[in-house]
T-cell receptor
């Protein structure tokens, strides 16, 4: 079956621009997660959704980052006024429930801020 | 912040040998998971071990968990060239997402 789909796969943008990253989870998965992977920081948890609600947003690096999920399915991660330190691979994952389930990852969006 | 620390950071072995990677963590967990990542790709789930389990097997993989020492190990037996990848342990406390270690880069020499 279809896995987690992320788009775009690559994004190059200028500093100061806004970017929107999209994640399409596995159908029926209620939990959705965003992570960031960079050379300096490794894999960092950003935010997770149970259904359409995000119980904990404390992992978001700054108030320039926001995320939403609608219809219990697709999620978008938005970064406003991008900075060079935002350059990283943004990974999305989904799982069938929040408890003791493996997470299924997409291939990520590689974001480069010039 | 990083909770898990994998050891070693890099490991190179001959095809057919066994590979062992270790992971230590700091806080209480609900479960611990191991993932594999090939270059430029997303993470692939390998195995999940719950906090009340001590050992789990899946094919050529064997995972142990010692909650008293806050440590886990991943053993890959009879390694193959296709096992070349980075391996990450991740702890799940159920209050947020997974907390990953920095990973072990495994190279299998043919």
């Amino acid at each position: 079956g279809a896995g987690v789909s992320q788009s775009p796969s690559n994004k190059v943008t200028e500093k100061g621009k806004d970017v929107e990253l999209r994640c399409d989870p596995i159908s029926g998965h209620t939990a959705l997660y965003w992570y960031r992977q960079s050379l300096g920081q490794g894999l960092e948890f950003l935010i997770y959704f149970q259904g359409n609600s995000a119980p904990d947003k404390s992992g978001l690096p700054s108030d320039r980052f926001s995320a939403e999920r609608t219809g219990g399915s697709v999620s978008t991660l938005t970064i406003q006024r991008t900075q060079q330190e935002d350059s990283a691979v943004y990974l999305c994952a989904s799982s069938s429930s929040r408890s003791n389930q493996p997470q299924h990852f997409g291939d990520g969006t590689r974001l480069s801020i010039l | 912040s990083q909770q898990g620390e994998e050891d070693p950071q890099a490991l190179s072995i001959q095809e057919g040998e066994n590979a062992t990677m270790n992971c230590s963590y700091k806080t209480s967990i609900n479960n611990l998971q191991w993932y594999r990542q090939n270059s430029g790709r997303g993470l692939v789930h390998l195995i999940l071990i719950r906090s009340n389990e001590r050992e789990k097997h899946s094919g050529r993989l064997r995972v142990t968990l010692d909650t008293s020492k806050k440590s886990s190990s991943l053993l890959i037996t009879a390694s193959r060239a296709a096992d070349t990848a980075s391996y990450f342990c991740a702890t799940d406390a159920l209050w947020a997402g997974l907390t990953f270690g920095k990973g072990t880069h495994l190279i299998i020499q043919p």
